[in-house]
């Protein structure tokens, strides 16, 4: 089985601090993507990757960064947190697509509260 | 602006009744999904279509894509309290990476 692992469950930053969040997949994906979910909002995409040191700004990448220098690790990061940045941060990662609708397997989320 | 509409937004029932749940865009996709969320858990894929008019049925879960691939519902039979979580739908564009924009969910809760 495919797996998509997010180095924390939970993480409590304080305001202004540097905040690094990890992602490894095991099944040799060339998509990794960076998404966050607000209550009635539904999943914002941040940034997406389609291959080791190349990144596509998403729906909302104002105040983070991404890091791909291998190939199974996609890191999100908040250069300096705020508090509009509380939310649960979902990583997610797929094969391109061979046919129309290319499945997308998720961790299991990494709950950030900021301070 | 949202591309792709759900409603309901929250459903409460009972065991034993049915459900359906709506998708909605006025951009017509070349595939959509439907994800199924549990609490603490990422979503996880329940079924993409991609012909216009399409049906697919996973037990108790029947899966419809519109004819003219604007839309999708999904409609559960005799709902079970372990259907309870976010029932998110989302669509896809043809050419280049995909790329799936999601609706903001359906939060069903089933109660035995």
């Known amino acids: 089985d495919v797996k998509v692992t997010q180095s924390s469950r939970y993480l409590v930053k304080r305001t202004g601090e540097k905040v690094f969040l990890e992602c490894v997949q095991d099944m040799d994906h060339e998509n990794m993507f960076w998404y966050r979910q607000d209550p009635g909002l539904g999943l914002r995409l941040i940034y997406f990757?389609?291959?080791?040191?190349?990144?596509e700004k998403g729906d909302i990448p104002e105040g983070y960064s991404v890091s791909r220098e291998k190939k199974e690790r996609f890191s999100l990061i908040l250069e300096s947190a705020s508090t509009n940045q509380t939310s649960m941060y979902l990583c997610?990662?797929?094969?391109?697509?061979?046919?129309?609708?290319?499945?997308?397997?998720f961790g299991s989320g990494t709950q950030l509260s900021v301070l | 602006t949202q591309l792709l509409e759900q409603s309901p937004q929250f459903l409460s029932i009972q065991e034993g009744e049915n459900l359906t749940v709506y998708c909605n865009s006025s951009s017509v996709f070349s595939s959509l999904q439907w994800y199924r969320q549990e609490p603490g858990e990422g979503p996880v894929l329940l079924v993409t279509?991609?012909?216009?008019?399409e049906v697919k049925k996973l037990k108790r879960l029947t899966f419809q894509f519109g004819d003219a691939r604007k839309d999708s519902s999904l409609h559960i039979t005799a709902a079970q309290p372990g259907d309870t979580g976010l029932y998110l739908c989302a669509g896809g564009k043809s050419g280049g990476s995909y790329i799936p924009t999601f609706g903001r969910g359906t939060s069903l809760i089933v109660h035995p």
């Open positions: 997610a990662s797929s094969f391109p697509p061979t046919m129309r609708g290319e499945k997308l397997f």
């Open positions: 279509v991609v012909t216009g008019g």
């Open positions: 990757s389609y291959d080791v040191k190349m990144k």
